[in-house]
């Protein structure tokens, strides 16, 4: 399987493009309908499609990914229309989010019409993720497509997310039928996911739209609580298969374990390690969203011995940044708590994504 890349990672199509993206879009498009998986770009990370109303699409999807069934999977929509269709309920919190975030890295849990979503996608739960992607390219195929499609992340469940066509491809390979190369995501992390089915608003998962900006528009937003309706629930990491530490500065580490180690730099690269990879050399956060997945996977395929990494400021993208970070930390065999000192040990369990 080869990436198809029509727009080479532009925002729109050169017109000189447009019959080479139409007959990749048909291609894409016809795939589906037969019930199989395509790759596709969006603004956060890559996704993998399926048709969201064929129950043995949904089912490859889940089996491809080495997706728990009891883990809801979110849809993409062309259209906050296509998206409310979708919807039992629409209070007017979701209308303010979606003319504000629409297109864009928001997905908005929300009771479902039992008849427009199968049980298969949410669990058996009463709830659905929706989300408007912001890639001229998935749009597109959504509305050439004309209905929504299941579309987690395009890695095995645990792994990290990919931000690329060829990290999808290192993955599956030609387990799944074709990629849309849309370029490099932009946002670089995942959606922000905020469950409107409880009077006050719950953020499940910071991401690529802050509580601040969120707060801006609908009021206060609690934290993630235990209630299934809050569902669907993140997975506990990211797996690498290096060990991996948080530590609150490198000069916490030793010169001589510096030689056989990678660091995640937020800022310049210290001296000393025998690989360094920085986020962002003059501390931007949305340059660090954007290249927190591509770093961590390429430093993780070096050989080291460990990787190291600081925490960024706990403010906007950088909380989403974070919380990607102790989640890789805690699928590692062992991590330092920046919080607390020290080391501690933490089992290995993948989980999905």
Known sequence: MKAESPVKGKRTAD???????????????????????VGVPTETVYGLAADATNPVAVARLFDRKKRASFHPISLLCGSAEMAFD?????????????????????????????????????????????????????????????????????????????????????????????????????????????????????????????QELLEEEIGSVD??????????????????????????????????E??????????????????????SPIYRLEEAAGNLFRELRELDECGLRRLYAVLLPDRGLGCAINERLRKAAEGSASFRNPDEGGYASSPSSPSSS
Do not use: Q
Request: include cysteine; hydrophobic fraction near 45%.
């Open 15 to 37: 017109r000189s493009l447009l019959p080479h993206v139409d007959s990749i879009l048909d291609r894409a498009t016809a795939l589906l309908h037969a019930g199989e998986l």
């Open 86 to 210: 979708l919807l039992a309920d629409v209070p007017e919190s979701a209308l303010r989010l979606a003319a504000r975030f629409w297109p864009g890295p928001l997905t908005m849990i929300l009771r479902k019409r039992a008849e427009a979503v199968p049980d298969l996608l949410t669990a058996g739960l009463p709830f659905v993720g929706v989300r408007v992607p912001d890639h001229p390219l998935t749009l597109a195929l959504l509305e050439r497509f004309g209905r929504p499609l299941a579309a987690p992340s395009a890695n095995r469940s645990g792994h990290l997310s990919p931000t690329t066509a060829r990290a999808v491809e290192d993955e599956f390979g030609e387990e799944i039928a074709l990629v849309l190369d849309g370029g490099r995501c932009r946002v670089g992390v995942e959606s922000t996911v905020v469950s409107l089915v409880h009077r006050r608003p719950i953020l499940i998962r910071p991401g690529g739209i802050s």
């Open 223 to 256: 934290h993630e609580t235990d209630s299934p309706s809050a569902a669907p629930r993140l997975p506990r990491h990211y797996a690498l298969r290096t060990p991996f530490f948080l530590v609150r500065s490198p000069e916490e580490i030793p010169l001589p």
């Open 258 to 279: 510096r030689k056989e180690a990678g660091f995640l730099a937020w800022g310049p690269c210290p001296d000393g390690f025998a690989l360094c990879r920085s986020l």
